[in-house]
């Protein structure tokens, strides 16, 4: 069954300072990851997503992550964290059963403070 | 362009009572999708239509129905409204379904309490 762990509830960064949101999957098959990001009472905004290709995928806001297939990981990373990424991420896997239904992790607060 | 659109924002229901959420999208997006989400379980699907007159369950389908109306509007409705439902509910479009790869755009939600 495909599954998505994020291990840390929360994470914290002083602004400036790099920071790393981690994810691990467990899929059968090629994976298709994505990372979505949610603010306070809003929906979710996509920020990236690997199908295929280059190990590091960039996206919207300054955002990356660096998918490590022996790791089976799909870390988000930024090279300098603003106080304005403070949000909830949420990192997904594509599901079979579903279609092409997003199987979702519980998702990470991420908190810069300034 | 709207995107993804859904109303009410906010509903407050008494047990037993139904309702009907809306959703409609703008982008001409074949697959559309319902998700609740609630504290500390991320998001889990509802149910999905792959295109424009199939409809199918996901992982937590027991007390919902929906209804594809066009390639447009897919709608959720609660029967018979249980505290259990309590949540936010989000809605999604992609471009393509039928197993292919795209990305899923959503609504800003709609917050509801069952008392």
């Known amino acids: 069954a495909q599954s998505v762990a994020q291990p840390e509830d929360q994470v914290n960064v002083a602004e400036g300072n790099p920071l790393t949101v981690k994810c691990t999957y467990s899929?059968?098959?090629?994976?298709?990851l994505f990372w979505y990001v949610q603010y306070p009472n809003r929906g979710l905004q996509f920020l990236l997503k690997?199908?295929?290709?280059?190990?590091l995928v960039k996206g919207s806001y300054g955002f990356e992550a660096e998918f490590n297939k022996s790791q089976t990981s799909f870390h988000l990373k930024k090279p300098s964290a603003l106080v304005s990424d403070s949000a909830l991420y949420f990192c997904?896997?594509?599901?079979?059963?579903?279609?092409?239904?997003?199987?979702f992790g519980k998702g990470t607060t991420l908190s810069v403070s300034s | 362009n709207a995107g993804v659109t859904q109303t009410p924002k906010f509903q407050v229901l008494k047990t037993g009572q139904s309702m009907t959420l809306q959703c409609a999208q703008d982008?001409?997006?074949?697959?559309m999708y319902w998700y609740r989400q609630d504290p500390g379980m991320g998001l889990r699907l509802i149910y999905y239509s792959a295109s424009e007159g199939t409809t199918d369950k996901g992982e937590v389908p027991n007390g919902y129905n929906v209804s594809r109306l066009n390639k447009r509007e897919f709608s959720l409705r609660l029967e018979s409204a249980a505290p259990s439902q309590t949540s936010v509910y989000f809605c999604?479009?992609?471009?393509?379904?039928?197993?292919?790869?795209?990305?899923?755009?959503f609504g800003p939600g709609t917050r509801l309490t069952v008392l």
């Open positions: 997904a896997v594509r599901g079979l059963q579903a279609g092409t239904a997003l199987i």
């Open positions: 999604a479009s992609s471009e393509v379904g039928g197993g292919l790869v795209d990305t899923q755009y």
């Open positions: 690997y199908i295929t290709g280059d190990n």
């Open positions: 982008m001409n997006h074949n697959s």
């Open positions: 899929v059968s098959g090629n994976p298709y």
